[in-house]
């Protein structure tokens, strides 16, 4: 499954809007047969609340459209890489792909020591999605060079 720049742009828009309310610049949104079915931005600092990551937000709001937490069928766009808690919520529900824009190693489900995202050993979970790096990986990490990811 290729990329769509599209989908990554729109996360990059939404990272931006995040930025302005004065958040981390993070975007993302969860797509189901090429329509977006959840957008999400940062917004940890504006909620006070620790679990409002992008893909969090965008994958609550995929499961509200679809009355479901089964997400299975559908793919993760996001301008940052998924951190654990992030992770977790991704192989839950099943999302089977994933596009990530710029790479945090030192938190994130895939580069870091703790590839949560990936790891095909985790006893009761589904499967790991795949995982593309975005065409746009430039101007994801030009966006989060912006501000320090928290």
């Not at 729109?10 to 981390?24: F, H, P, V, Y």
């Not at 993302?28 to 909620?47: D, T």
């Not at 766009?77 to 977790?88: G, L, Q, R, V």
Request: a neutral charge; glycine letters at 8%.
């Amino acid at each position: 499954m290729e990329p769509s720049d599209d989908f990554m742009l729109r996360c990059i828009e939404l990272g931006r809007a995040a930025e302005q309310k004065g958040d981390t610049p993070i975007g993302s949104i969860v797509v189901r047969e090429g329509r977006v079915i959840g957008e999400g931005i940062e917004s940890v600092k504006v909620s006070m609340d620790f679990t409002a990551h992008a893909e969090i937000q965008a994958i609550r709001a995929a499961c509200r459209s679809l009355k479901s937490f089964d997400l299975r069928g559908c793919s993760l766009y996001t301008t940052a890489e998924p951190c654990w808690m992030c992770s977790y919520a991704i192989r839950r529900t099943g999302i089977g792909h994933v596009v990530i824009g710029a790479p945090v190693p030192h938190v994130g489900g895939v580069t870091s020591r703790h590839s949560i995202l990936t790891d095909p050993n985790i006893t009761g979970w589904p499967e790991p999605p795949t995982i593309t790096w975005s065409n746009l990986r430039a101007e994801c990490e030009n966006l989060m060079q912006k501000r320090k990811i928290e």
